[in-house]
C-alpha cells in the first residue's frame, strides 16, 4: 500500500495538491480527510470522487499533516488500498437506538471480513447539546467483532466551538452519527495506541454527589472547593468568563477516572460558584473513584512517543501510513508540545501521516483494551501484509 498526505486551506489547493501527488502515476482508491467545518466539504469531495477515490472524513478543531499543521484548513491522507480490503459504513444516529445501529454496521463489517479491525469518527455535540455515547459505540463494535478486533479514531470537532461537528463520506453526512471504514485484518494490520500521559496527584477520591453532569461533592467536600484547594488555585483571581477557569486551570488538571470508568480522563468545563460545583466533559457516577493530576510537562509527550517507540521496534517494521487523533485539549494544554508530539510521531514511523485535533478519542489502551478516551493521544499505523 502507497500513501501520501496532502492539505489546503481552499478546494483550488486540495486540487492541486492531488493533482501533484498523482502526477508520478500515483492512483489512490481512498482519501481519509479531516476538513474545518469552515471549508467547504462538498466541494472536495466532488473533486476528489471525480478521479475514483472514495472518502471518509471528521470536521476538526485543527488538522495536520507530517509537516503542517493548522487551524480552518484541511489535510487528507491519500492510500492506494485495494478495494477488497476496506469498506465504508455511514450511520446516521438521530432518533434511534445507538446500540442497534452500531450492531448492524458491525454486522455488515463481519459479512465481508472474517476480522474486521475498524477506524471510526464519530460525531460530538447534537444540535440538542448531547453528547454522543462513544463508549456504547466501542462496547457494541468489540462485542460484534469480537475482544481482538482494533478500534481507532476519533469524535468529529468544530474549530473549538460548541457546535455540531459532521462525519461523511463522498456521497453522504450527518451531524448525529458515525462512519466506519472498516478493514480486512487478514490483509491490513494495524499497530498504535491511545495515551493521556497525565500523572495522578494525591489520594484516591470518592465522588459522593453528582446529578445532571454536575459534580457537586467529592468525599463529601464541595467538589470545586477542593478541586481549586488541592491544586493551589483560585477563582477569585479569575474573571466571570468561564472560558478562563477552562483555559487556565481545568485543561491542565483533568480527574483521572478508577475502577474502570471510560472515558479515563474527565475535564471540568464549567464552574457554579454558588453551588461550589464543577460541570464535566464526561460525568462521573456517585461512588466513582478519581484522583487529580499533576500540571502537564514533557513527560506527557514522552511517554506518548516512548510507547509508540517500543512498539515500533517490537514489531520491526515500516509502516505504510500513519494516523494520529489528538484530543483538542492537548492542543490547549500542552502548546507547540502538541505540535511535537504529533511530529515525533511521524519521526519514528516515517510513514505519510495525517490527523486532525478532535472531541474525544478512541483506540487502545498501553494494556490492549479498545476505549472511549477524552484528553489523549491515540495513534495508529498501516501496514498492508
Known amino acids: 500500500m502507497k500513501a501520501k498526505s496532502i492539505q489546503g486551506k481552499s478546494p483550488n489547493e486540495i486540487q492541486s495538491a492531488l493533482s501533484k501527488s498523482m502526477s508520478d502515476g500515483f492512483q489512490p482508491t ?5 476538513i474545518s467545518i469552515k471549508q467547504d466539504r462538498d466541494a472536495v469531495c466532488q473533486l476528489l470522487r471525480a478521479e475514483g477515490i472514495e472518502v471518509v472524513g ?44 452500531a450492531k448492524e454496521a458491525a454486522g455488515v463489517a463481519t459479512s465481508k471480513f472474517v476480522n474486521p479491525s475498524y477506524i471510526v469518527a464519530s460525531t460530538c455535540l447534537n444540535e440538542k447539546g448531547e453528547v454522543f455515547e462513544g463508549v456504547k459505540l466501542v462496547q457494541t463494535l468489540e462485542r460484534c467483532s469480537g475482544a481482538a478486533t482494533d478500534i481507532y479514531g476519533g469524535m468529529a470537532g468544530a474549530d473549538a466551538q460548541l457546535l455540531p461537528s459532521w462525519v461523511f463520506t463522498d456521497s453522504q ?3 448525529e452519527g458515525f462512519v466506519l471504514l472498516a478493514l480486512d485484518k487478514d490483509k491490513i494490520d494495524l499497530y498504535g495506541v491511545a495515551i493521556s500521559g497525565w500523572k495522578p496527584l494525591g489520594v484516591i477520591r470518592t465522588v459522593t454527589r453528582s446529578e445532571e453532569g454536575w459534580l457537586y461533592e467529592i468525599d463529601g467536600q464541595p467538589a470545586l472547593d477542593l478541586y481549586l484547594r488541592y491544586l493551589g488555585e483560585s477563582m477569585e483571581r479569575k474573571d466571570d468568563d468561564p472560558n478562563t477557569f477552562l483555559d487556565t486551570i481545568s485543561l491542565y488538571h483533568p480527574f483521572i477516572c478508577l475502577d474502570g470508568i471510560d472515558p479515563l480522563l474527565r475535564t471540568p468545563m464549567f464552574v457554579d460558584k454558588e453551588k461550589k460545583a464543577l460541570m464535566l466533559d464526561y460525568p462521573i ?28 521496534n517490537g514489531n520491526g517494521l515500516e509502516a505504510d501510513a500513519l494516523l494520529v487523533f489528538s484530543c483538542l485539549g492537548r492542543l490547549n494544554a500542552l502548546g507547540p508540545m502538541a505540535t511535537q508530539e504529533n511530529e515525533g510521531l511521524y519521526e519514528i514511523w516515517k510513514a505519510p501521516m495525517a490527523g486532525f485535533f478532535t472531541y ?3 483506540g487502545q489502551d498501553p494494556e ?3 476505549k472511549m478516551h477524552s484528553t489523549t493521544c491515540s495513534w495508529v499505523a498501516l501496514k498492508e501484509k
Do not use: C, W
Open 30 to 34: 481512498l482519501a481519509i480527510a479531516f
Open 58 to 101: 471528521a470536521t476538526s478543531s485543527g488538522e495536520f499533516i507530517d509537516g503542517h499543521q493548522s487551524q480552518g484548513e484541511m489535510a487528507i491522507l491519500l492510500l492506494d488500498i485495494p478495494k477488497d480490503s476496506y469498506a465504508i459504513l455511514l450511520r446516521e444516529t438521530k432518533g434511534k437506538n445507538l446500540e442497534e445501529v
Open 368 to 370: 490492549g483494551r479498545n
Open 173 to 175: 453526512s450527518t451531524n
Open 360 to 362: 474525544g478519542e478512541y
Open 285 to 312: 457516577p456517585v461512588g466513582g473513584k478519581l484522583q487529580f493530576t499533576l500540571p502537564p510537562d514533557f513527560d506527557v509527550v514522552e511517554s506518548v512517543l516512548e510507547k509508540a517507540e517500543a512498539i515500533q
